[in-house]
């Protein structure tokens, strides 16, 4: 959902697509592949999983919980603020840029986010249209992109129980994740199966309505592409929440992100970032929708 480990997600595909096999993209050298956990969300009137099930059960209802939400976010519109600080190798901050994008929610797609304003300026005539573009080819600024499956989650990770806990004053079951000892990655992405061996974190799962409504990861190790030479990241790390909007959707709400890595071999890229959305547009449907 979403989206680099620097940031997310701004102007290009967003990491919404399929519920169940997303394309997740990064900019820059890292992809945020498990922020799929943070959409995962449930149509009202489903059946909600039961709180005291064993961890992986509750992972695999909540799974199959967002496939039954598409309809409902469909056409939503809303608007996204990130602000990026660029920092130094001593993490001080030489530069802030701050981007208002409008997104659009597709079903069983990449949501549709268009670069507004730049740092309070609205985009020029050629970088609108260089945006257009890149939404049309499916590309984010020479972002890396992995596609996470759903099935990834449940075969190369061990859940367990972590308590309970409230987030926006509701009550959650806490699950938390690591890399399961010996876990074989089959996919095509070998980029996806690097970030999944060395990321671990917890995820909080709402009692009500078995929305995932918060998640947090970091990365364990160093991970590289092409053995450094696409990129190396020395370190991540990830937290975000959704928002329960008044028809029952749930929506990405807040993010926080870091990123420490090296590009090219030479470039480095370390940036920490926020993200909030507001001004949410619910779609009009026909009666019988």
Partial sequence: MSTSVAHPPAGGAHSKGSRTARRLTARRPAALCLVALACVVVYPGSPRCEPSS???????????????????????????????????????????????????SVPDGPDVEVIVAVNGKPLSDKERKKNEAEQRGGQSGGA?????????????FDWSYAGTERVNGRPA???????RP?????????????LLKKVSGRVWVDDEES???????ESTG??????????????????EERRRLEDGAWIDSDGEYFVDATALLVKSVVRRSTMHTHGYEKPRRSPTQ
């Fill in 54 to 104: 064993a961890p992986l059960e509750l992972l695999k209802c909540s799974i199959k919980a967002m496939e039954r939400q598409d309809s409902l976010l469909a056409g939503y519109r809303y608007m996204k603020t990130v602000v990026t600080q660029h920092l130094d190798r001593d993490l001080a901050v030489r530069k802030t840029e701050e981007r208002l994008v409008e997104v659009t």
């Fill in 173 to 179: 079951t806490v699950l938390r994740f690591r890399p």
């Fill in 222 to 239: 160093e991970v590289k592409s092409m053995g450094g030479l696409l990129w190396t990241v020395r370190s991540f790390s990830v937290r």
């Fill in 144 to 156: 890396v992109q992995t596609r996470l499956r759903a099935e990834d989650l449940t075969t190369q």
């Fill in 211 to 217: 929305v995932i409504t918060r998640v947090e990861f």
């Fill in 182 to 194: 010996g876990a074989v990655y089959d996919g095509k992405d070998s980029n996806a199966g690097k």
